[in-house]
């Protein structure tokens, strides 16, 4: 008798994890293409989208052919020790064996049971998280960075610092052993992204002065598309993560829910607080301050601890992207959109309050006499090993992520600029991509007159179809 898929394969998970997926990469495409293509002045709309899409494709090529076992296959060394479990062998995934295989986490068995779907499915969902890390950094450097650096650079910093970080927390690395935990990402995407993108964005330079003084949105509906889709994606973002679809999935999509409204909520109302009016930027600011907050924490807290992290993070951050910002270093570097404060800062606080509100009772995989329980559990039930653990690893992620950044932006910069031409600044979209987002000439395209029913200069207007 015939089965389209094997014993071991359920296929309520294997739908869940593909739909997660998919969740997660419209985020980056098209969330924060639509979102960087809308927040940037009207000139670096077509840049800042292509970048993006050049991103999420040059991720997936070196993702298959050899990062993603780099971040979740077998130790480079044996034994417990931190650089026999810094990161993992590299090889492709493209074998048919490979694809339809029962996918696994050599090292991670002891954190999660047995995967009920196959390694293609746990592959293309971590290749969104990764893809998503270095388009999150972009933000730093937008309307500056030149485009044939920052190929290599995608390319070189998944490899060398993604898969690192992932390895050490995901993958049943060195911190993981220790007891640190980062549910989806705070700071292996959030954190890594922030602390990459403010050094890239000082290694690079300031955009033009003009740039920085008119520091104002082309398109604020499809900034509003853009924060929607990331919003309501980060329920795959997070929902995915328990690997099952179960109890812990719903929780952490509910919690990342609770976190974000409170997020948004608090922000728009320290605008009130402190005299300013609440514009859809700034509370997309908050928004996206909830989403990340929560993102370390989701299946970690209960529902309070959710709304605690939304006040707490929300707060913090506001007042550092307020305020902070005008102190050395970080008035000093032009950090296009404020990476380091919604995502770098609010990782940091995510992870830490993990630390804290963490409960036991939340995300429980039941172990064998082999393999012990897994759950976590924070200060304020008792225990602060794992705050202690969560701050030695937000450490090293900074440090680490901070200078690897800086080395390899060196690196790429010995064979190309990595700033693009100051009469390519100047003009914009057009001189890097050769046409703009909004073109008062529109090419015809084959069509004798232009395109039917399409205006095709200025003060010409539609011909009616009446």
């Known amino acids: 008798m015939l089965s389209a898929y094997p014993s071991w394969l359920s ?26 293509g809308g927040v940037m002045q009207k000139r670096w709309s077509i840049n800042s989208m292509m970048l993006t899409f050049a991103a999420f494709s040059i991720v997936l ?13 077998h130790p480079i060394g044996k034994g417990s020790g931190f650089f026999s479990t810094f990161i993992g062998k590299p090889g492709d995934i493209l074998s048919h064996s490979q694809e339809q295989g029962r996918a696994s986490i050599p090292l991670g068995d002891a954190g999660t049971p047995n995967f009920r779907f196959p390694m293609s499915s746990l592959a293309y969902f971590q290749f969104v998280f990764a893809a998503i890390t ?68 000082a290694v690079i330079g300031p955009r033009l002065q003009r740039d920085r003084e008119i520091d104002a949105p082309n398109n604020v509906a499809m900034v509003a598309v853009g924060a929607g889709l990331l919003w309501l994606g980060w ?15 719903s929780a952490a999509v509910l919690n990342t829910n609770l976190c974000t409204a409170v997020a948004f909520l608090v922000w728009v109302l320290w605008d009130y607080l402190t005299g300013r009016k609440p514009g859809l930027i700034s509370g997309v600011n908050g928004m996206i301050t909830g989403l990340v907050c929560i993102t370390p924490a989701a299946g970690y807290v209960n529902g309070w601890g959710a709304m605690a992290l939304g006040v707490i993070g929300s707060t913090l951050v506001y007042f550092a992207l307020n305020y902070l910002s005008r102190l050395r270093p970080f008035r000093n570097v032009d950090d296009t959109l404020g990476v380091i404060y919604t995502h770098g800062f609010a990782g940091l606080a995510g992870g830490l309050l993990t630390g804290v509100f963490a409960d036991q009772r939340l995300l429980v995989y039941i172990g064998s006499g082999k393999v012990p329980s897994f759950s976590a559990q924070g200060v304020i039930h008792g225990n602060w090993t794992l705050l ?25 910069g010995l064979f190309v600029p990595l700033r693009m031409s100051e009469e390519n ?42």
């Not at 653990?389 to 932006?409: D, E, H, K, R």
């Open 134 to 201: 270095p388009i999150l950094m972009l933000g730093s450097v937008l309307g500056r960075v030149n485009f044939k650096a920052w190929v290599p650079f995608v390319a070189l910093w998944t490899t060398f610092i993604y898969t690192v970080n992932a390895f050490l927390i995901w993958g049943g690395g060195w911190f993981a052993h220790k007891g640190a935990v980062d549910f989806s990402g705070g700071y292996v995407i959030h954190l890594s992204a922030g602390v990459s993108g403010f050094v890239a964005a």
């Open 235 to 249: 329920n795959g973002f997070n929902g995915g993560d328990p690997y099952f679809a179960g109890a812990a999935a």
């Open 388 to 412: 202690k653990w969560q701050f030695f690893a937000a450490l090293w992620v900074i440090v680490f992520s901070g200078v690897g950044t800086f080395i390899l932006l060196k690196l790429v």
């Open 425 to 466: 600044m100047e003009i914009g979209d057009t001189a890097e991509h050769g046409h703009e987002v909004y073109p008062s000439d529109v090419p015809s395209l084959g069509f004798p007159g232009g395109i039917p029913g399409l205006a095709t200069g200025p003060g010409q207007a539609a011909p009616s179809t009446a």
């Open 61 to 73: 090529i070196v993702w298959v052919l050899w990062a993603f076992k780099m971040g979740f296959g």
């Open 11 to 36: 296929p309520g998970d294997n739908a869940w994890q593909l739909t997660a997926a998919t969740l997660v990469g419209l985020m980056s495409v098209p969330g924060l293409v639509v979102l960087y």
